[in-house]
């Protein structure tokens, strides 16, 4: 099956189009009975990356969704609107990456645009909810590209307990588990998360993979934020701006002070938590502070560093050792971290980074080092998930959402 | 197949809920080929109501739906918040309908709570953009009822170029299309509407049935808002408000000169259109002409009924007409109206409407003398879309919503 997955991120840059060949991998046809079904997930289907294409949204499109993101103050017909046009949006730009790569797909799964998420319930009407949102209606990309479309992927994990993310596990364990060595993929998006995937030495027929994962805290979104609002930037081009500067020893400590930091996974941080306002704090503590711009994003850089270790020492490292101490056999070697998203592009970043991790005796390497474009990661996670859900497979990883069941994630919009 | 149908109309008062068995009628299976497709949709299938629920919303809830509809200022959260919470009130709807039935269903379809609706399409953020929008997260309703879900069916024919409305002409014709009279479906609803369907003279295998279908114009909607305003009532029992009071001509046919009546069909009615700021109209209106409370009710009431008295004027009859003599060998009788909706249940209105139309030659009954309770038809009516889609069939129908193709609707959520 030829599989178009649409991502687009927190960040609301764009649309990556990743067109993805998915088979039913060495345990063939997974679809048939309960037992071959657990024995496919295992096993993992085979996925293939044929073509990506990152395309920008065009700029009143972005600045509408910027605006909804959160918005205090918005209206029905504006989102309803908005809704609608990142679904015609999604849809000329898988049609674009469908004519570069120059053959017919069999399927779409879209992520769309995240405008709200609250994956921790709290009072509403009565009653306690917890909710996620994202919008682009998957009929306008069915009817224009001529094929089903899997959308709307969050909501059934919740429904089964869960956050609703991270999502990206499954793809983690399908194309990086590895039956002798741990590792630890790391995405620097808006916000950093991480899959810790233990030797992959369990039995095949488990439906939901043994592995950690959970968000570690902010990381472009809170760079980003101050290189637009100090440099009129909207990132920190290879990190060149942190590495003029000097990360503000004082400011750094008050900001890991952070209870997220402490919080036992699962977990997930958002925009509501690490965005505008939190930019806003920062600027203010750097003022009285009289920092220069520089150590300003220097310091934001440091923190994103910083928060990965601290994940690290408490979270991740005791869960691979006990994992390792379960399964003797296997030798143990330094947990190897991929890194991903945006941020593996900022070598400052990377730098202090690789820094921290080596006190811990990990290794740092790109994703792109293990033939996965950084970029494309998401959207090809999105493929796969939609060809899970098209064959009735279920697409969550409990143990990285907290759900208490697996579940078939999103919604089908046949054409 | 045991379908479970779920409505919440526009006027946001709470959920129905029809359980039908649904089967693929005379034609049998209709899944398998193109033709046989075709056949199974002229043929049409089989539908029996089970049992009917209607549930109120909880109060809290409602006021939260009212706030959102066409707010001109709420927020992401507030919303991502309400299609959650509907969710919630839709799974225990279902459940409770199902609890009360006594066996497994097999099949949801939930048409959600609209909160904007706009079929024609206008300029935004670059593009023109037509949208609708219906609340209602359906993964907790297959999560709390363990049986997939069709949702979000207006979208799709949006997609095909339609209005999105109205999607009840397929039940319409259905459950009424009769050999060798004409009949008229009309509903009373918050906008009202008809479908129009000629003596049912055309040869089986044909995917899109012959029928003229549109909104009439305001009806709950404007009575209820002025009994609300004028009264403290959410609505005019019985009719018994306007029978009390005489509708005033002048202020009739004022709000008759609305170019809404004299447009060509396919066209849609909204909230928008019809909603507070038009009941603050005629209540200026009526405040200058010195009428008494009672007065403006019966001329709301009368403007519902004479709204519809022009649509059979100015475009059934004729339709009708024009099929009539297609089909020279069908002997004319006269047109039969069969009115359903909370309208229905107003017998002013009603009465009102017997007089406009029998002008005309025709009858007018409620749908519950031809068996089908009217608050449940809506609710039966997502049971067979549900239904259609579950088989990949289509469910618009192009003549009605102006759609340029069938389309299968909605969105299936598995369990």
């Known amino acids: 099956m030829t599989v178009a997955g649409v991502m687009s991120g927190t960040s609301a840059d764009g649309i990556d189009v990743a067109i993805c060949r998915i088979g039913a991998g060495s345990a063939g046809p997974a679809q048939r009975s309960a037992s071959r079904r657990r024995a496919g997930l295992a096993a993992g289907p085979a996925i293939e990356l044929l073509l990506h ?37 999604y849809a000329e730009a898988v049609a674009s990456a469908v004519g570069d790569y120059g053959k017919p797909i069999d399927l779409v799964g879209c992520h769309g645009q995240t405008i709200y998420h609250q994956g921790v319930a709290a009072k509403y009407a009565g009653r306690n909810v917890a909710c996620t949102w994202q919008l682009g ?42 039956a002798r060595r741990a590792r630890v993929l790391q995405n620097l998006g808006g916000i950093g998360n991480l899959t810790a995937l233990p030797p992959a030495a369990k039995p095949p027929g488990l439906l939901a993979p043994d592995l950690l994962a959970f968000d570690t805290g902010p990381a472009n979104m809170v760079i980003d934020g101050l290189t637009a609002r100090l440099f009129a930037k909207p ?31 699962p977990k997930t941080a958002g925009r509501e938590q690490y965005g505008a306002l939190f930019v806003d704090r920062i600027l203010a503590d750097a003022a009285r502070l009289k920092l220069s711009s520089q ?30 101490r379960a399964h003797s056999r296997i030798a143990s070697s330094p947990v190897e971290y991929i890194v991903s998203g945006g941020g593996a592009r900022n070598r400052t970043l990377l ?11 990990c290794t740092v390497a790109p994703i792109d080092a293990l033939g996965l474009p950084s970029e494309a990661k998401e959207a090809v996670a999105f493929a796969l998930l939609a060809w899970q859900t098209w064959h009735r497979l279920p697409g969550n990883v409990p143990a990285a959402t907290g759900a208490a069941r697996p579940a078939i994630l999103g919604q089908v919009t046949y054409v």
Request: aromatic share 8%; glycine share 6%.
């Open 351 to 361: 730098r202090l980074l690789a820094e921290e991790l080596a006190r811990f005796g």
């Open 235 to 265: 990132y920190d081009l290879d990190g060149r701006i942190a590495a003029a500067g000097t990360a503000h020893p004082r400011l750094l400590a008050g900001l890991l002070r952070d209870s997220f930091y402490r919080k036992a996974p």
């Open 53 to 89: 294409r990152a395309l920008p949204y065009p700029k009143a499109l972005r600045t509408a969704v910027l605006a909804a993101m959160n918005a205090a103050s918005t209206s029905a017909a504006e989102l309803a609107r908005l809704n609608w046009r990142l679904g015609q949006t």
């Open 137 to 178: 209606e998957a009929a306008l990309i069915a009817a224009a590209c001529g094929v089903p479309v899997v959308s709307n992927f969050r909501p059934a994990d919740m429904a089964a307990g869960g956050q609703g993310a991270p999502l990206v596990p499954l793809l983690d364990f399908v194309l990086f588990h590895h």
């Open 295 to 324: 150590d300003i994003v220097a310091t934001a850089t440091a923190l994103a560093a910083a928060s990965i270790r601290l994940a690290h020492e408490r979270f991740v490292a005791p869960y691979l050792q006990r994992h390792t």
